[in-house]
Nanobody, 123 residues
Framework: HVQLVESGGGSVLAGGTLKLSCVPS????????MGWYRQAPGKERELISY???????TSGDAMKGRFTISQDTDKDTLFLQMNDLQTEDTAVYIC??????????????????WGQGTQVTVS
């Protein structure tokens, strides 16, 4: 049973920076992508960005152009560099891994592993 452990959250003033990290408890051999989501109080969980195994980066509306996703492939560690944080960025930031699951006659890359999240508060 793989766990994703996030770190790096905290409280910052508007305009500040944080760098989040996500480390799997053990190597995920069937993953097809890893990424970051966030969820603010009373709002839906939203995609920030993810990296596929081929290195392709996909970003959601939450990316804002101020965040940068990266990955240390040797250690499977995922990062999210967040610059110029604003109050609307306050949320729980959640790391996720997608794995191949059976779908019809084949497989589909599906988000299956979620971290507990790390709180980011911007004031």
């Amino acid at each position: 049973h793989v766990q994703l452990v996030e770190s790096g959250g905290g409280s910052v003033l508007a305009g500040g920076t944080l760098k989040l990290s996500c480390v799997p408890s053990k190597r995920i051999y069937t993953d097809c992508r890893m990424g970051w989501y966030r969820q603010a109080p009373g709002k839906e969980r939203e995609l920030i960005s993810y990296i596929a195994n081929d290195g392709t980066i996909t970003s959601g509306d939450a990316m804002k152009g101020r965040f940068t996703i990266s990955q240390d492939t040797d250690k499977d560690t995922l990062f999210l560099q967040m610059n110029d944080l604003q109050t609307e960025d306050t949320a729980v930031y959640i790391c996720a891994a997608a794995t191949y699951v059976p779908h019809g006659s084949g497989t589909r890359c599906t988000w299956t592993i979620w971290g507990q999240g790390t709180q980011v508060t911007v004031s």
